[in-house]
């Protein structure tokens, strides 16, 4: 769970408006999680025909030692069972996103589908929060869009209450924010591109640091101060961006604590909020393609919109996409899309939710339509739709399965421009010469503390 996009993230400030909503029907059972779910949340049992088979438990390693680098071969002598394209896009409609339509029709994206693997896991004390927050996790009343209370250290909503769609809604939002993907991570090179008429141009690099209060391993709900995040980005490359910095804390409710965001710029000396990086504020590193709250399908405060739960159901999504860590950037991105050839698709149950605005509030994209995967509980495809109800933007999140974690968790994410066919990528990849090497060290809370990062700035 990587919450980047091109090292400048989303902050907040304190949303006011909302729509009441019931935070939250009777308790769910917890010991569901043990027999027809899984420690998740997700369906243990696979699907009628046999092409999602039955979680059991998925892939899970011993744990490596801190100084070597948690990219993981998998499942690499598979052969795609099946491609779709636009000669045979009506036979698998109902298995495709909108987004997933269009940008196959459109600029001739083909899906390599291969055999459908559960891989997604969590170590045990994950699992045991996870059980806790069924009877404690509660949406704020003000309105679940605003964020929750009575959880830590696991999934705050696994089982979800779909009496009530905005519940559900928000529930599944914030799955989406708070998915497991470790404790403290460090990425040597994050590098941020942008496709604009099939030339690749590089537009950050960083050094990316985080660590994750909510999934403190010594941690609890009664000392969790309510941060789910901390993200320190060194910015690298390209050279006029060289020596900056961004530090981002991320909140799980925007009630209580607002997120923040500090840089530091080059020539200035000194470290300042940026309290407007935030919403559809466009990514200055972007060229105009994305905005701050389009990384990783959505991204930053969900409270602008209603999230609103449609259906759930099974769709071809980016699953498993660990070859993608084996290659260049440049070898992986085409013109319009990833390279087929190195991204995997796979048949996966998912959560369907919309997304509209709430009243008062403004956003480019007046709809959302996101795909929250039932294992990871993350939002693996979505789409953005304008004021006039057309579809102008599609997200792609590709993960990556982690056995020593264990967990399946984001590797890179995309937001496509419909219009003109440019998009964005932003990953743990190798851009050459840099190496996107990620490791889970500990890391000294000075990382991320914003008073050191002040002083330490020098002109």
């Given at each position: 769970m990587k919450r980047r996009d091109f090292g400048l993230l989303a902050g907040t400030s304190l949303a006011t408006a909302a729509v009441v909503r019931p935070a939250k029907a009777a308790a769910a059972d917890p010991s569901l999680l043990t027999t027809t779910l899984t420690p998740m949340g997700g369906e243990r049992a696979g699907n009628a025909d046999g092409s999602i088979p039955a979680w059991t438990g998925g892939q899970v390693s011993a744990p490596l030692p801190a100084s070597q680098p948690v990219a993981a071969h998998l499942f690499e002598d598979e052969q795609p069972l099946y491609k779709v394209n636009a000669g045979n896009l009506a036979?698998?409609?109902?298995?495709?996103?909108?987004?997933?339509?269009?940008?196959?029709?459109?600029?001739?994206?083909?899906?390599?589908?291969?055999?459908?693997?559960?891989?997604?896991?969590?170590?045990?004390?994950?699992?045991?929060?996870?059980?806790?927050?069924?009877?404690?996790?509660?949406?704020?009343?003000?309105?679940?869009?605003?964020?929750?209370?009575?959880?830590?250290?696991?999934?705050?909503?696994?089982?979800?209450?779909?009496?009530?769609?905005?519940?559900?809604?928000?529930?599944?939002?914030?799955?989406?924010?708070?998915?497991?993907?470790?404790?403290?991570?460090?990425?040597?090179?994050n590098p941020g591109v942008v496709m604009i008429g099939g030339n690749l141009i590089l537009v950050s690099g960083t050094l990316s640091r985080f660590v994750y209060p909510y999934y403190d391993p010594n941690g609890s709900l009664e000392t969790f101060e309510g941060y789910l995040s901390k993200a320190?980005?060194?910015?690298?490359?390209?050279?006029?961006?060289?020596?900056?910095?961004?530090?981002?804390?991320?909140?799980?409710?925007?009630?209580?604590?607002?997120?923040?965001?500090?840089?530091?710029?080059?020539?200035?000396?000194?470290?300042?909020?940026a309290p407007n990086q935030a919403f559809d504020a466009p990514n200055p590193f972007s060229n105009g393609i994305a905005n701050l709250d389009e990384a990783s399908c959505f991204y930053g405060n969900p409270s602008q919109y209603n999230w609103s739960y449609i259906t759930k159901k099974e769709i071809l999504v980016p699953y498993n996409c660990n070859k993608m860590l084996f290659h260049t950037i440049q070898e992986i991105l085409s013109p319009h899309f990833p390279n087929p050839e190195f991204l995997r698709w796979e048949k996966h149950r998912v959560w369907v939710v919309e997304a509209n605005l709430a009243p008062g509030e403004h956003n480019v994209n007046a709809k959302r339509r996101l795909y929250f995967d039932e294992d990871s509980r993350f939002a693996l495809l979505g789409e953005g739709y304008d004021a006039q109800g057309e579809l102008v933007k599609a997200y792609g999140f590709y993960?990556?399965?982690?056995?020593?974690?264990?967990?399946?968790?984001?590797?890179?994410?995309?937001?496509?421009?419909?219009?003109?066919?440019?998009?964005?990528?932003?990953?743990?990849?190798?851009?050459?010469?840099?190496?996107?090497?990620?490791?889970?060290?500990?890391?000294?809370?000075?990382?991320?503390?914003?008073?050191?990062?002040?002083?330490?700035?020098?002109?």
């Amino acid at each position: 769970m990587k919450r980047r996009d091109f090292g400048l993230l989303a902050g907040t400030s304190l949303a006011t408006a909302a729509v009441v909503r019931p935070a939250k029907a009777a308790a769910a059972d917890p010991s569901l999680l043990t027999t027809t779910l899984t420690p998740m949340g997700g369906e243990r049992a696979g699907n009628a025909d046999g092409s999602i088979p039955a979680w059991t438990g998925g892939q899970v390693s011993a744990p490596l030692p801190a100084s070597q680098p948690v990219a993981a071969h998998l499942f690499e002598d598979e052969q795609p069972l099946y491609k779709v394209n636009a000669g045979n896009l009506a036979q698998y409609a109902d298995l495709l996103t909108e987004g997933t339509k269009f940008q196959i029709t459109k600029f001739g994206l083909e899906l390599h589908v291969y055999p459908t693997h559960r891989t997604a896991a969590a170590p045990q004390y994950v699992y045991d929060n996870t059980a806790k927050n069924v009877t404690t996790a509660t949406l704020d009343p003000r309105g679940g869009r605003f964020g929750f209370t009575g959880a830590y250290g696991g999934i705050p909503f696994p089982i979800i209450d779909t009496t009530d769609p905005l519940v559900a809604g928000a529930q599944l939002i914030w799955n989406h924010l708070t998915g497991w993907g470790g404790y403290t991570t460090l990425t040597q090179f994050n590098p941020g591109v942008v496709m604009i008429g099939g030339n690749l141009i590089l537009v950050s690099g960083t050094l990316s640091r985080f660590v994750y209060p909510y999934y403190d391993p010594n941690g609890s709900l009664e000392t969790f101060e309510g941060y789910l995040s901390k993200a320190h980005f060194y910015y690298k490359a390209p050279g006029s961006v060289d020596g900056q910095e961004t530090m981002v804390w991320h909140t799980t409710n925007v009630n209580v604590h607002p997120d923040i965001v500090w840089t530091l710029l080059n020539g200035q000396g000194r470290v300042r909020k940026a309290p407007n990086q935030a919403f559809d504020a466009p990514n200055p590193f972007s060229n105009g393609i994305a905005n701050l709250d389009e990384a990783s399908c959505f991204y930053g405060n969900p409270s602008q919109y209603n999230w609103s739960y449609i259906t759930k159901k099974e769709i071809l999504v980016p699953y498993n996409c660990n070859k993608m860590l084996f290659h260049t950037i440049q070898e992986i991105l085409s013109p319009h899309f990833p390279n087929p050839e190195f991204l995997r698709w796979e048949k996966h149950r998912v959560w369907v939710v919309e997304a509209n605005l709430a009243p008062g509030e403004h956003n480019v994209n007046a709809k959302r339509r996101l795909y929250f995967d039932e294992d990871s509980r993350f939002a693996l495809l979505g789409e953005g739709y304008d004021a006039q109800g057309e579809l102008v933007k599609a997200y792609g999140f590709y993960n990556e399965c982690i056995p020593s974690l264990p967990g399946v968790v984001e590797m890179g994410t995309s937001t496509f421009n419909l219009t003109s066919g440019d998009y964005t990528y932003n990953g743990n990849n190798n851009y050459a010469p840099f190496t996107g090497a990620e490791y889970f060290p500990q890391q000294a809370p000075s990382f991320f503390d914003p008073q050191l990062m002040a002083a330490n700035a020098a002109f």
